[in-house]
């Protein structure tokens, strides 16, 4: 579009609008432009918020694995207590003598 263009668009709507209506066009067409300017900042901030959510969500897992593959478990982690021989022993000894008291104690 031209600058003669432009200044005839401009004649046309001074004409159809008037003198009065034409500032008050002007500043509603300018809150008009300013809220949808808004509103589109407001929908590219949240849509980047989310992008560097997911991006921290995914540094994180990434470090929680990395800290995984390098954690060596000690004993207790890898295998619960187990007894010795000695207390498996014992245990069969301790048993035995239960069910002799158990026995005793019905006589």
Known sequence: MGGGEIALIMVAVLLLFGG?????????????????KDASEGVKREIHRNINSVDIDNELRAEEENHAARHHPTEEEVAPIQSTEAE????ELSAEEKEKKDRDSYS
């Open 20 to 36: 009065k209506k034409l500032p008050e066009l002007a500043r509603g067409l300018g809150k008009g432009i300013r809220e949808f």
């Open 88 to 91: 498996t022993v014992d245990q």
